[in-house]
């Protein structure tokens, strides 16, 4: 699959702001001192990773800490909100319905719970045990993705397949979920639109979980639109939300039966709460992110890239090149290669050179002699000091 300019250009994340909103906003970053995390004892680093967890996801935009900061203000009635908030996302995305969710893991779970109960209250109280529930889930072998265990905590059972034929085979009156990890569909045999068509042969639902591929936006419509009866996607990454929420959209009965499986209610998803600022967080990021910039955003990615493999130019035996991954984060990215025999410099200790300075700067160590460098959460001048630090650990 060719990744065109034209699909970037259609992403809402590629700038931690807005251009309006930047102009506002203080030119905050790794370099200003932060007294909170001082007083901690924990220094702020340079995102080379990209929307990870581990480092925090993304930095929420002006209009998303706002939106928090009144909801925080008020109390409300959290039912209530969670579908007046819905049905607005549900809108935005031109999906059937849509609920806020702890993360995206939250919405593996309490989506697979709405499958598996099949909207009866009944058999959703009885979750996990499995006396007349329809709890096999099936997934291909490549998709098998760590998450398992958010499904297996509602009673499901997972049933591995690598071909259409044992996809099939593999149905019967105990399937009750089809699951498909967007990011691997390269890797299957079974691609996504004869996965949809299966299930709907079948009268199997179907979930997609595209966690990290809210780029380009129009992703977050694309899927739904292609039958999938389920699609997830993080909040706090692309779509520069609160860390803690994610997105379930897709059929409106599935997403009324999923919506008691969660916190307030007492379902199996009692401790996935989603507090009022996290939905209106999550709301605001939505909204900025259908309505933003894309042409500046792009500029500003690309000035990253190219300043940091300006900054490498000349260094011998080093290449460098822009790099845009052909699912999941496609953004601009830069590699960089080397012969670690000749340089006598692995990437392991280039990683932890680059950790070991002020600011520590965190990359990705895709193999042996190579870096990849996500320019996205960047901000200010730290492409420029990534840029420079590298220099001199290579030069050195």
């Known amino acids: 699959m060719k990744t065109t300019r034209r699909r970037v250009l259609q992403s809402g994340a590629l700038l931690p702001a807005g251009a309006a909103a930047a102009k506002k906003a203080p030119a905050i ?3 200003t001192p932060s007294p909170l995390y001082a007083k901690l004892g924990i220094k702020p680093v340079i995102n080379g990773v990209g929307v990870v967890t581990v480092l925090g ?3 929420m935009p002006p209009e998303v800490v706002q939106a928090m900061e009144e909801a925080s203000r008020y109390f409300i009635p959290l039912p209530e909100l969670q579908k007046k908030v819905g049905a607005r996302i549900a809108e935005l995305l031109k999906a059937p319905a849509a609920m806020v969710t702890c993360g995206a893991a939250s919405a593996i779970s309490v989506g697979t719970s709405a499958c598996l109960s099949q909207g009866d209250p009944a058999k959703l ?4 045990h499995r006396d007349g529930i329809r709890y096999e889930v099936i997934q291909q072998k490549t998709h098998r993705s760590g998450y398992e265990h958010q499904m297996e905590s509602c009673g499901a059972k997972i049933v591995t ?3 259409r034929r044992e996809l099939e085979s593999a149905i019967n009156e105990r399937t009750g979920m089809l699951f498909f990890l967007n990011k691997a569909d390269p890797n299957g045999q079974i691609k996504m639109e004869e996965f949809i ?3 709907k042969e079948r009268g199997i639902p179907t979930m997609n979980d595209a966690a990290s591929d809210a780029t380009p936006a129009a992703n977050l ?9 389920l699609v997830i996607f993080s909040g706090g990454k692309a779509l520069r939300g609160p860390q803690a929420s994610g997105l379930l959209l897709g059929r409106k009965d599935l997403i009324e039966a999923a919506l008691p499986a969660m916190s307030p209610y007492g379902g ?12 209106c967080g999550l709301l605001a990021a939505v909204e900025r992110y259908v309505k933003v910039d894309h042409e500046a955003e792009w500029r500003d990615v690309e000035s990253r890239v190219a300043s940091i493999r300006k900054a490498l130019d000349g260094v011998s035996g080093l290449q460098t090149d822009r790099h845009i991954p052909v699912i999941a984060n496609e953004v601009p990215h830069v590699t960089v290669e080397w012969d670690e025999s000749k340089r006598g410099l692995t990437a392991q200790q280039v990683h932890e050179k680059l950790q070991a300075g002020d600011p520590p700067i965190h990359v990705q160590r895709p193999g042996t002699g190579k870096l990849l460098i996500s320019v996205w959460m960047m901000r200010g001048e730290e492409a420029k000091i990534v840029g420079k630090r590298l220099r001199e650990i290579f030069g050195a």
């Open 57 to 59: 996801g993304s930095i």
């Open 221 to 229: 419509w694309k899927y739904t639109e292609m039958g999938f009866d």
């Open 197 to 199: 068509k299966i299930g």
């Open 125 to 128: 109280r009885r979750l996990p």
């Open 29 to 31: 970053s790794a370099i």
């Open 268 to 279: 199996i998803g009692r401790g996935m709460k989603v507090g009022k600022e996290e939905m």
């Open 161 to 163: 397949v690598e071909t």
